[in-house]
């Protein structure tokens, strides 16, 4: 008898034992890298290790790295240093990532392939090893295999453009109301007006930029008022801008006169609604416009006035456009390089069809660069398609076209359902679809949108991330 309560005890105690071991064991975490490759513009780049939920405790990730025609020490080095093929580095507890800095010691010579593949190979916490376990780092622009990025317009007043290089993951950023008119840089002489804040021109009888002009009501675009033909071809067909193209014999070329659009508004909307051309006009101004060469002469004035400025815009072949503000009498860096960018976060002023088509005003719109050579599609989600299994084999070329509204406003919608059924503002992500970019230089990219209003549901915080189709 003595001998079984012995042995019922030691059961019990063992139970109450494995009970607490279970209890105090800290669950698996996940590790991976916050990205599967980087191109390096900077001499030192840190790179990100993240962790699925903050560190129960501090610890060491270790990674280990394959070098591609370089050589540690040598072509580059890390902080931690490596130990031969292997880089140490520790973390503190209650983090949700960390980093070490790769640091370049020499630029690769165009044409050459040099990279180091960097593989998450151990921690010293309770954890697993995520997808995302290695990342190629590149020491040339070679494309980028993928990325997710966060597009910077500015919140719910949008105040910002934002264009996006796939290839390199860079975003440049270009105030939307610094510029009204932007003059192509192809053969053709054509000028095209800032639809993003809802500009309009109309063409005068007159050649004389020195009349006097009076404003036009008419010509001011609100949501379902406005002439489609004082606008330019939403398509970004460069042979149907509403002013037309520049004659070489001068007395072809008549007045327009601008109607200069809105800025943002002056403060945040109620949250769910946009506000980025809620703010004051901007105005108006006349101009006309003469070829001088192979650039372009710029006559324009406020349309009281019986005198002009002059300006010469010069044509620059590596870009797209030269943009000009009347405003401030001077050329604005807005794009990149014609090749150097794929598609552009913006607001936009679309055309509705119809009987009389309308121009519409829209935020969070999305071009891509057909001038220079960027294409995209939309790809619908099956139960046989999806994002993830989606590959370079299951591209349809055909479905390419030269709109460069392919993506436009088709990722997002800007009503929910609110109390009775009855509809509010509200940003609501499609999560239904998902887009192919082919960029300038013939990479093929998949890209899905993941988000476009903070939780408190402020509007104008796009997010998306794509991956390279190979």
């Given amino acids: 008898m003595k001998k079984n309560l012995i042995l019922i005890l030691s059961f019990v105690l063992l139970a109450f034992t494995a009970c607490n071991s279970d209890d105090d064991a800290p669950a698996a975490n996940s590790i991976a890298f916050a990205s599967t490759s980087l191109n390096l513009s900077a001499a030192t780049t840190p790179i990100e290790i993240k962790f699925a939920s903050p560190t129960a405790e501090a610890g060491t990730v270790t990674v280990s790295f394959v070098e591609t025609a370089v050589v540690s020490g040598t072509d580059f080095t890390t902080l931690p240093a490596a130990s031969g093929k292997t880089v140490a580095i520790p973390f503190a507890k209650n983090v949700s990532s960390v980093t070490f800095n790769f640091n370049k010691l020499v630029d690769a010579i165009e044409g050459q392939v040099k990279n180091v593949v960097f593989t998450i190979t151990s921690a010293t916490i309770n954890a697993t090893i995520a997808e995302n376990k290695s990342i190629q780092v590149n020491f040339n622009q070679t494309a980028s295999l993928g990325n997710a990025l966060a597009a910077e317009v500015g919140g719910p007043l949008e105040p910002n453009q934002v264009y996006v290089d796939l290839s390199s993951g860079t975003m440049t950023k270009a105030l939307r109301n610094s510029w009204e008119l932007a003059f192509y840089s192809g053969a053709d002489f054509r000028v095209v007006l800032n639809n993003s804040v809802k500009m309009s021109a109309k063409q005068l009888a007159t050649t004389n930029i020195d009349e006097v002009q009076v404003a036009d009501d008419a010509m001011i675009i609100n949501q379902g008022s406005g002439d489609a033909t004082q606008i330019d071809d939403p398509t970004g067909d460069i042979t149907k801008t509403t002013i037309a193209e520049v004659s070489a014999t001068d007395a072809n070329n008549k007045v327009y006169l601008l109607y200069l659009g809105n800025k943002p508004a002056d403060a945040a909307p109620v949250l769910g609604k946009e506000g980025s051309v809620g703010g004051e006009a901007r105005g108006w101004k006349k101009v006309r416009i003469l070829r001088s060469g192979n650039d372009y002469k710029v006559q324009f004035a406020d349309i009281a006035a019986t005198t002009h400025q002059e300006v010469v815009v010069t044509k620059n072949a590596a870009y797209n456009f030269t943009f000009f503000s009347l405003i401030d009498n001077k050329t604005v860096s807005v794009e990149p390089q014609k090749a150097q960018w794929d598609i552009n976060f913006t607001t936009f002023t679309n055309i509705i069809p119809g009987a009389v088509p309308t121009p ?73 679809r998902f887009y192919v970019v082919k960029d300038p230089a013939g990479n093929y990219y998949k890209l899905k949108f993941t988000g476009g209003a903070l939780v408190n549901l402020e509007r104008g915080h796009p997010t998306f991330q794509y991956a390279i189709l190979k």
């Avoid at 829209?362 to 790809?379: C, E, I, R």
Wanted: glycine letters at 8%.
């Fill in 360 to 432: 519409y005003f829209y935020p969070d719109f999305v071009v891509n660069n057909t001038k220079g050579g960027a294409q995209t599609y939309q790809v619908l989600v099956t139960e046989t398609t999806t994002y993830d299994n989606f590959t370079l084999a299951n591209v349809d070329n055909t479905k390419f076209t030269a709109d460069q509204r392919n993506i436009g406003s088709n990722w997002r919608s800007t009503s929910a359902p609110g109390a009775g059924g009855i509809p509010v503002s509200q940003f609501v992500l499609k999560t239904d």
